[in-house]
């Protein structure tokens, strides 16, 4: 079976420029989540998605970065304007919604370094 | 709230040796507790998981046990090899559809 399958898995940009990363879950998994890892932060949980909905997206760190998922197989992340700070690797995992506590799983992350 | 602790790293062990990495949490209610692996320049992996008190997690020769009255969920491997030097991290779900992670304990296995 297809995993969580993410894009790009390496992004280089200059600051000031737009960054769309892009998520594709598991099929009949209801629930997606967009992680942010850093070596000084951990692990970080930015947004989640119900169904396509957006249910807590406390998360972001700013106006600068916004979540859509426009239907079940696809979801985007989006950066605009990139600022050297939001360098990280930004994980999408999805999850079936069988109970609270169900597996999460994870893309291979999107690594992004902005310069 | 709901929050994992788990030992700091990093841990650097001689191959073959016993590992421990301690993981205890505090929540509401009866979460899951799972263990998850992150191999260099990958995502995170399901390693092992329990969903009720006095179960036991295993996998790969890895295994962790739910430990209601110490709220603990200690990861053990009786011989590691080199191929286990990743990062470990301990998270729980409780109430809600996301998982609360640890920060991740770094293991280097030397030959």
């Known amino acids: 079976d297809a995993g969580v399958i993410q894009s790009p898995r390496h992004e280089v940009t200059e600051m000031g420029q737009e960054v769309t990363l892009r998520c594709k879950p598991i099929?009949?998994?209801?629930?997606l989540f967009w992680y942010r890892q850093t070596m000084m932060r951990g692990l970080e949980l930015l947004i989640y998605f119900n169904n396509n909905v957006p249910i807590d997206d406390s998360g972001m760190p700013e106006d600068r970065f916004s979540a859509k998922m426009p239907n079940a197989s696809f979801s985007t992340l989006k950066i605009q304007p990139s600022e050297p700070r939001d360098s990280a690797v930004y994980f999408c995992a999805s999850s079936p919604a069988t109970r609270p506590g169900n597996t999460i799983y994870f893309g291979e992350g999107s690594w992004l370094t902005v310069v | 709230g709901n929050s994992v602790t788990q030992m700091e790293g990093p841990v650097t062990l001689s191959e073959e040796a016993f590992l421990t990495i301690n993981c205890t949490y505090t929540?509401?209610?009866?979460?899951?507790l799972f263990w998850y692996v992150q191999y260099p320049g990958e995502g995170l992996q399901l390693l092992l998981k329990?969903?009720?008190?006095?179960d036991k997690g295993s996998n790969k020769g890895f295994e962790a046990t739910y430990r209601k009255e110490t709220t603990s969920f200690h990861l053990e491997k009786g011989s590691v090899q080199v191929s286990d030097s990743a990062v470990y991290f301990c998270a729980l779900g409780a109430g809600s559809y996301q998982l609360t992670f640890g920060k991740g304990t770094k293991l280097s296995v030397i030959p």
């Open positions: 929540a509401t209610g009866y979460p899951s």
């Open positions: 099929s009949g998994h209801d629930y």
């Open positions: 329990a969903t009720k008190a006095d």
